[in-house]
């Protein structure tokens, strides 16, 4: 157990979310730039049968007009280009991350619905208030669009530019001290 006091226990797939310091706390002021309206991006990275490694978190616009408070939808437009950008860098899509406003890190039937990267991370940060609190991952295992499934996926915090050691390891990453 971690002594950070970012971190929230969950149980766990064996397969591990990496992500530099820098990254997350992009990903977490994105959250709370958008409020009260979902934000949206993509992780490009690499992937391994340890997990998913992630090396650039990219925004993405929601085009959700009805709903961006409780919805998102990237343009399948930006989306290519996107996946065009990262190939250029030897980089793959291995995750997604949203926002979820004044509600928890937890993935809803709705992100379960518009699920269909089998393999990728799905980060979620709970944004209360305009204040990013709590961000999850969640691994969408499976072989089909029959037999998928969103597993807890544990997130290692490491430190750019470092040795490759993680700062922490977490399951779950609060902000109740702005670490």
């Not at 002594?3 to 766990?12: A, G, I, L, T």
């Not at 064996?14 to 959250?31: C, F, K, S, V």
């Not at 295992?141 to 922490?168: H, L, W, Y």
């Amino acid at each position: 157990m971690s002594n950070d006091s970012r971190v929230s226990e969950r149980v766990q797939t064996e397969a591990i979310l990496t992500i530099p310091n820098g990254l997350l706390e992009t990903i977490r002021r994105h959250g709370e730039r958008t409020y009260p309206h979902e934000c949206c991006g993509v992780l490009l990275g690499t992937s391994s049968e340890a997990g998913n490694t992630v090396e650039d978190a990219v925004e993405a616009g929601n085009t959700r007009t009805d709903s961006a408070h409780n919805r998102y939808s990237i343009a399948p437009q930006e989306l290519i280009q996107i996946q065009r950008q990262g190939r250029e860098r030897g980089l793959d899509i291995v995750g997604f991350y949203h926002s979820h406003p004044d509600h928890p890190a937890q993935w809803s039937k709705t992100d379960f619905e518009e699920a269909h990267w089998i393999g990728c991370s799905y980060v979620i940060t709970s944004v209360e208030q305009g204040t990013a609190q709590i961000t999850n991952s969640f691994l969408l295992n499976g072989t089909s669009e029959e037999d998928k499934r969103f597993e807890d996926q544990r997130v290692v915090v490491a430190n750019a530019g470092s040795s490759g050691i993680p700062d922490t390891a977490v399951s779950g990453v609060s902000n109740p001290a702005r670490c």
